[in-house]
């Protein structure tokens, strides 16, 4: 069975950074896009960063040029390094992939929570 786990979160001060970390582990898999999205209680939980299986990556406006995602593809990992971390990225992040076994299924992680403080 095919599990997410993430790694990377904690409480860091205003201009500070953090490195997120996700592993895919389990039975022979083929992983395709690996996506990191965040939610904060009473909202709903937003796309952060994407990544494909061919490098390609996209970001939400309100992260771009503060965080970067990248992935390593012989570990079935995939990071998000968080820069320049303000008040309002407060929240828990998801990594979030969609892998192929003998079918193509979506798998979240479960969560770690990252805290700014001012």
Same mark, same amino acid.
């Given at each position: ?8 979160? !904690?409480?860091?001060?205003? *201009? ?25 209680? *009473? ?6 960063? !994407?990544?494909?299986? $061919? ?16 992935? $390593? ?35 979240? !992680? ?9």
């Amino acid at each position: 069975q095919v599990q997410l786990v993430e790694s990377g979160g !904690g409480l860091v001060q205003v *201009g500070g950074s953090l490195r997120l970390s996700c592993a895919a582990s389990g039975s022979t898999f083929r992983v395709n896009a690996m996506n990191w999205y965040r939610q904060v209680p *009473g909202k709903q939980r937003e796309l952060v960063a !994407g990544i494909s299986s $061919d490098g390609s990556t996209m970001y939400a406006d309100s992260v771009k040029g503060r965080f970067t995602i990248s992935r $390593d593809n012989a570990k079935n990992t995939v990071h998000l390094e968080m820069n320049n971390l303000k008040p309002e990225d407060t929240a828990v992040y998801y990594c979030y992939a969609i892998i192929t076994t003998h079918y193509k299924a979506q798998y979240w !992680g479960q969560g770690t929570q990252v805290t700014v403080s001012s």
